[in-house]
């Protein structure tokens, strides 16, 4: 890969390659993510090392709002000023009020934990504030971003192709592969997590990319193919793993345990015995993932019996 997109990294929590912002180069220099607002320092001095000084970032563009790509939005307007921001329509509202994004975390990771990792989240300011949709480019002088509607992580979750180097800005879409341990781990957290459109947007992901993937956690993969099939059997195993063990039991500790058990066989598979997964469930642990399927699992067998009871047969 040439040196027109650069890794920033926004050192969540103090700790190494665990969440990644990057710098496309250009006339018209732009960040995609931000990491969490604790990572304000990190980011502001990754970007002050590759000459990027406060006047001269021009765009800030998110994968999705969750807390570790987009909670620095507000910090790091203020930090730039002239830095117009991009995110999907849907994500937009809650840059501009963070207070039911901020609330739905604390649910998910629990208040402590989720102080520690976001911290204070500033609004953004709504005149900065760009939406797009599925197929929008975002013009960034010489080059530019394409829009691909991902939703499946989030309802709300865009990719994004750099019209420049051909690779594509993922997000959480894939999962989570850390380089220096190299499992891929899915990301199915609540409340909006769903099986099937994860597997579509992954498809297309998989159809558009022309050279590589850029993780948000973490890192560049040549290897589309064989990432975008990995990505899509764990998410159906785990998926169906969870589906039928709500069949006899609700309760989210024994199911993520029983995730637990699944994901140690893979990353044994994937990286041998020994190896330290401790970023991996800072980020995405298996009982928010649990928690995501159970919801997801749920939402389903409503809506299926809804359709059945509705539908004149
Ligand atoms: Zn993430």
Same mark, same amino acid.
């Given at each position: 890969m040439d040196h027109s997109v650069v890794p920033i990294d926004t050192k969540m929590v103090g700790r190494d390659m665990v969440t990644s912002a990057y710098l496309l180069r250009g006339d018209e220099p732009a960040l995609v993510e931000t990491g969490p607002s604790t990572?304000? @320092? *990190? !980011?502001? #001095?990754?970007l002050a090392k590759l000459g990027i000084g406060p006047a001269d970032l021009a765009h800030v563009v998110v994968t999705h709002i969750h807390l570790d790509h987009a909670g620095g939005v507000g910090i790091l307007a203020g930090r730039y000023p002239s830095a117009i921001i991009w995110v999907h329509e849907r994500g937009a509202p809650h840059l501009i009020d963070p207070a039911r994004l901020v609330a739905s975390t604390a649910r998910t990771y629990g208040e402590e934990i989720a102080r520690r990792y976001f911290g204070d989240v500033e609004p953004a300011p709504p005149d900065r504030i760009r939406s797009v949709e599925d197929g929008d480019v975002i013009a960034? @002088?010489?080059? +530019?971003?394409?829009v691909l509607y991902t =939703?499946?992580?989030a309802s709300h979750h865009v990719a994004l192709i750099d019209s420049e180097t051909g690779g594509v800005f993922v997000g959480d879409a894939i999962g989570v592969h850390l380089p220096d341990v190299k499992v891929?781990? =899915?990301a199915t957290p609540p409340p909006e997590f769903d099986v099937e459109v994860a597997v579509a947007s992954i498809e297309r992901i998989r159809e558009r990319a022309r050279s590589v993937l850029f993780l948000s956690h973490y890192g560049e993969v040549p290897e589309v193919d064989a990432m975008c099939d990995l990505a899509i059997v764990r998410i159906r195993g785990w998926a169906d #793993? !969870? @589906?039928?063990?709500?069949?006899?039991? /609700? #309760?989210? #500790? /024994?199911? *993520?345990?029983l995730l637990e058990k699944r994901g140690t066989a893979e990353t044994l598979?994937?990286?041998? +015995? @020994?190896?330290d997964m401790e &970023?991996?469930?800072?980020?995405? +642990?298996? &009982?928010?993932? *649990?928690?995501g399927l159970i919801r997801y699992w749920r939402k389903r067998w409503e809506r299926e019996a809804q359709e059945a009871n509705g539908s004149p047969s």
């Amino acid at each position: 890969m040439d040196h027109s997109v650069v890794p920033i990294d926004t050192k969540m929590v103090g700790r190494d390659m665990v969440t990644s912002a990057y710098l496309l180069r250009g006339d018209e220099p732009a960040l995609v993510e931000t990491g969490p607002s604790t990572s304000g @320092g *990190a !980011v502001t #001095d990754g970007l002050a090392k590759l000459g990027i000084g406060p006047a001269d970032l021009a765009h800030v563009v998110v994968t999705h709002i969750h807390l570790d790509h987009a909670g620095g939005v507000g910090i790091l307007a203020g930090r730039y000023p002239s830095a117009i921001i991009w995110v999907h329509e849907r994500g937009a509202p809650h840059l501009i009020d963070p207070a039911r994004l901020v609330a739905s975390t604390a649910r998910t990771y629990g208040e402590e934990i989720a102080r520690r990792y976001f911290g204070d989240v500033e609004p953004a300011p709504p005149d900065r504030i760009r939406s797009v949709e599925d197929g929008d480019v975002i013009a960034l @002088g010489t080059r +530019s971003l394409e829009v691909l509607y991902t =939703p499946g992580h989030a309802s709300h979750h865009v990719a994004l192709i750099d019209s420049e180097t051909g690779g594509v800005f993922v997000g959480d879409a894939i999962g989570v592969h850390l380089p220096d341990v190299k499992v891929l781990r =899915p990301a199915t957290p609540p409340p909006e997590f769903d099986v099937e459109v994860a597997v579509a947007s992954i498809e297309r992901i998989r159809e558009r990319a022309r050279s590589v993937l850029f993780l948000s956690h973490y890192g560049e993969v040549p290897e589309v193919d064989a990432m975008c099939d990995l990505a899509i059997v764990r998410i159906r195993g785990w998926a169906d #793993d !969870v @589906g039928s063990a709500l069949r006899s039991s /609700e #309760d989210l #500790d /024994e199911i *993520a345990r029983l995730l637990e058990k699944r994901g140690t066989a893979e990353t044994l598979e994937d990286a041998g +015995s @020994g190896t330290d997964m401790e &970023r991996y469930d800072m980020l995405s +642990s298996y &009982r928010v993932n *649990a928690a995501g399927l159970i919801r997801y699992w749920r939402k389903r067998w409503e809506r299926e019996a809804q359709e059945a009871n509705g539908s004149p047969s």
